[in-house]
């Protein structure tokens, strides 16, 4: 069983995913910005972590990370300012990066279907800062020399869980729907495959079992 840190554990897929975790009797805990969330993070099974990434120095984040196999990035800014954007979903992203890095641990970071440095999303739109954050995180983890896995699910809903239709070959499929449910079960799978390792997850809602889909022959 692995040792697994989820970051931005009270957001609607980690919540699924730290159940799904700690089902699986994986050592589990969750970092939270506001105590007040912790009885959510216990409920799960999980032990919430209180810390603010968005503000933690180069060590800190190191000092946090330290003793885990699996470091899950679900965090995010949630929208606001182009300034918190950067803070959180580049900058406390690149320093996570750094220390699994020093640590060995294996990286699964949360983006989305169309991350890309040609995302083609214009200045002045609100999601640019978004879309430019996680371009360059997710190039700057295929860069790097860590032990990495990207999720990149399309449209996020809150239907049930179910299968999932993964974009391989890169561009078969067009970006549409996948459930957060789905989501938090193809995080779950993917720490079961530790042999599973720098790849992109493109994927949609489908109808093939995500483990099924692990599993398939390139």
Known sequence: MARIIILGAHGKIALLALRMLAHAEHTVHGVIRNPDHSADIEATGAEPVVADLESLEQSAVDNLLQGYDVVVWSAGAGGGTAE?????????ALRVLDAVGRSGARLLMVSYFGSS???GVPEDNGFFAYAE???LVDEAIRSSGADWVILAPSTLTLEDEGGIEIDEPEGTIEAGQI???T???LIAEVV????LRGVTIRCNAGATPVGEALDAPA
Do not use: I
């Open 84 to 92: 918190r954007t950067r803070a959180v979903d580049h900058d406390a």
């Open 117 to 119: 440095r040609e995302h």
């Open 133 to 135: 954050a996680k371009s």
């Open 179 to 181: 459930p957060r449910a």
């Open 183 to 185: 989501v938090a079960r």
């Open 192 to 195: 079961a495959r530790p042999e």
